[in-house]
Antibody, heavy 115, light 112 residues
Framework: QVHLVQSGAEVKKPGASVKVSCKTS????????THWVRQAPGQSLEWMGW????????KYSQKFQGRVTITRDTSASTAYMELSSLRSEDTAVYYC????????WGQGTTVSVSS | DLVMTQSPLSLPVTLGQPASISCRSS???????????LNWFQQRPGQSPRRLIY???NRDSGVPDRFSGSGSGTDFTLKISRVEAEDVGVYYC?????????FGGGTKVEIK
């Protein structure tokens, strides 16, 4: 069974960075792209970027370019998303989801940014 | 960026009655490979999104057959033939034809 399990909730101060992990199981991690999508409170879904599990190539939304870094550890079948220079508007639930049309999602990681 | 516009914003439905959600894209979603990468997701309160439909009209495994997707080009529809209590939540369309991936604003389905 395919699972994506994310790291726990984070509370950060403005200007700090956060790194969220997404541990996958039940499929060959290197055969898929892992996307990162976020959802601010009461808002729709927003795509941030993806990483190719096999090649490590990344693609980022222009909105987050320069602030987001997506990496992976193939030995652990895990993807990571790091967002820097956090501001209050980055308060959201962050999801990882598998390519192939986003068929499976992680449980989400709440990131709260507040002074 | 491709803009996805959903309507209505809110959809109160009587149990057992049909429901229909519209999704329009600012450009055609037909990819150069001939596929149309338009998916529908359901998000129940407090849960992660769950994919219901992929590539316009293909129902995911385990999704009840009362859910159906249709459309082409720039106009797409998600239909629920007979709404049940467990269908309450927010529904999103998403295009994966062109980067960046973009989502519609969501349609909240509630029981009258």
């Amino acid at each position: 069974q395919v699972h994506l399990v994310q790291s726990g909730a984070e509370v950060k101060k403005p200007g700090a960075s956060v790194k969220v992990s997404c541990k996958t199981s039940g499929y060959t991690f290197t055969n898929y792209v892992t996307h990162w999508v976020r959802q601010a409170p009461g808002q729709s879904l927003e795509w941030m970027g993806w990483i190719n599990g096999g090649t490590g190539n990344t693609k980022y939304s222009q909105k987050f370019q320069g602030r987001v870094t997506i990496t992976r550890d193939t030995s652990a079948s895990t993807a990571y998303m790091e967002l820097s220079s956090l501001r209050s508007e980055d308060t959201a639930v962050y999801y990882c989801t598998r390519s192939g049309g986003m068929d499976v999602w992680g449980q989400g990681t709440t990131v709260s940014v507040s002074s | 960026d491709l803009v996805m516009t959903q309507s209505p914003l809110s959809l109160p439905v009587t149990l057992g009655q049909p429901a229909s959600i519209s999704c329009r894209s600012s450009q055609s979603l037909v990819h150069s490979d001939g596929n149309t990468y338009l998916n529908w997701f359901q998000q129940r309160p407090g849960q992660s999104p769950r994919r219901l439909i992929y590539k316009v009209s293909n129902r995911d495994s385990g999704v009840p057959d009362r859910f159906s997707g249709s459309g082409s080009g720039t106009d797409f529809t998600l239909k629920i033939s007979r709404v049940e209590a467990e269908d309450v939540g927010v529904y999103y369309c998403m295009q994966g034809t062109q980067l960046p991936v973009t989502f519609g604003g969501g349609t909240k389905v509630e029981i009258k």
